[in-house]
């Protein structure tokens, strides 16, 4: 493992000893995530050696813990899958899928959680804490039941009963706040610290991107090179800060010899980062943002993004840039990715082709490019907006002729 040299504040440049600050820079006092750990790249002079380890603790070169205190489930190491069909379709030369659904708890929150888990034992804390839609609290509960801490969960009361569920099953305190996701993670920040909770919130801890980047990592090693473009869905932004993150060690390092460019897509109705980054395109700096947030892709449906700064910052030093898709055309590529790939991706995981159909229109992304797509959670969590899109299926008597009715029209 990679002793970190520090952290450093992406909005003020500040920097501080490795460990010393949990979640905000006292210097300039930015109300939200803005934190990065940073490590000494020319220390690192070859590639990930090749290990026997199946999940991101092979990557321990470029993290801040080892697997020494790695909770005992399993994160990284998903399924790349190469989407032909759909890149012929697209009119694309290569197209790639990375399931970071396929985690333990069902979304690619694990691997920020992994990360986290190990920094509180290594830290000596003594219980977690997180705000969530959903999928970050179900991760938490889960690596919290297999690594014995106490786990204290706050989530919006419209979060999907389904993922509720996952949550009680893994033993988890949880509170259902009556207020929207950023009244949540308000509250969990406030109660984190007046109970000494270690809070794994997305886009506040930087330990969260620091998990998240390996997926760059792994795409790097499957491909055996850098893609020009990869997609990804965004809400608090501490995803695709980490998908940017990952590239950028790679090109530190001296591993890569360029980025990819990296796409955030978010929700019409839940675009706040698509807009500062709007804003730091024309020189504004990039102050915490507060809009309304509405989408049917209840992952993604973030008014007050903690991971702003990064999510900016990044993926403008990516080349990359931000997409908005309307909740139709969410709803329509979970199916389309359904169909086409075998992948039941839940709206926010299928957001990156509803993205990448729109960044081709716009000519963004070009024919040409090798691109990677993200899906960061299954469908199987709440299929219940899908089943609001499709027909029911027909109920027959147990008999032939019903079939063949059906069969022959
Ligand atoms: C968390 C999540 C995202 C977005 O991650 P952010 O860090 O909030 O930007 C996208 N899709 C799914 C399924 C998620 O659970
Ligand atoms: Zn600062």
Request: proline share 8%; aromatic share 8%; net charge neutral.
């Amino acid at each position: 493992m990679a002793e970190p040299l520090g952290v450093r504040c992406l909005s003020c440049g500040q920097e501080y000893a490795p460990w010393s600050l949990d979640y905000f820079c006292p210097s300039c006092g930015f109300p939200a995530g803005s934190l990065e750990v940073l490590y000494d790249y020319r220390k690192l002079s070859a590639p990930f050696p090749k290990t026997e380890k199946l999940s991101l603790w092979r990557y321990e070169a470029l993290l801040p813990v080892g697997e020494d205190f790695a909770p005992p489930l399993r994160a990284g190491f998903t399924p790349l899958y190469p989407a032909s069909k759909l890149a012929q379709e697209l009119g694309l030369r290569e197209l790639w899928i990375k399931d970071d659904a396929l985690h333990p708890t069902g979304s690619c929150k694990d691997r920020g959680t992994a990360v986290v888990v190990a920094a509180a034992k290594k830290l000596g804390r003594k219980a977690l804490s997180c705000a969530s839609t959903g999928n970050a609290a179900a991760s938490l509960a889960g690596f919290a039941a297999a690594s014995g801490f106490p786990c204290y969960i706050f989530v919006p009361k419209a979060a999907p009963r389904p993922k509720i569920a996952q949550l009680v099953a893994f033993g988890a305190r949880v509170f259902r706040v009556d207020g929207s996701y950023d009244q949540a993670f308000a509250l969990a920040l406030v109660a984190s610290q007046e109970f000494g909770w270690y809070n794994r919130s997305d886009g506040l801890n930087p330990m969260v991107v620091e998990g998240n980047k390996t997926v760059s990592f792994e795409i790097w090693e499957g491909l055996g090179d850098v893609p020009e473009a990869v997609v990804v869905a965004a809400g608090d932004g501490a995803v695709v800060a980490g998908v940017c993150k990952g590239f950028l060690e790679l090109k530190r390092a001296g591993f890569a010899e360029r980025v990819p460019k990296v796409f955030g897509v978010q929700a019409e109705g839940a675009a706040a980062i698509a807009h500062a980054f709007s804003r730091f395109l024309s020189g504004e700096p990039i102050l915490p943002a507060e809009e309304p947030a509405e989408t049917i892709a209840d992952s993604i449906c973030v008014g007050k993004p903690a991971a702003v700064i990064p999510a900016v910052k990044y993926v403008a030093e990516t080349g990359g840039g931000y997409v908005t898709v309307r909740d139709p055309d969410l709803l329509g590529a979970s199916l389309d990715l359904a169909r086409k790939t075998g992948i039941f991706a839940e709206p926010s995981g299928a957001a990156p082709l509803a993205g990448l159909r729109k960044l081709l229109a716009e000519g963004r992304i070009e024919p040409g490019d090798r691109v990677v797509l993200i899906v960061t959670g299954s469908g199987l969590k709440d299929p219940s907006s899908i089943l609001r899109e499709v027909p029911e299926p027909p109920t027959i008597p147990p008999q032939l002729e019903a079939v063949s009715e059906v069969v022959r029209g």
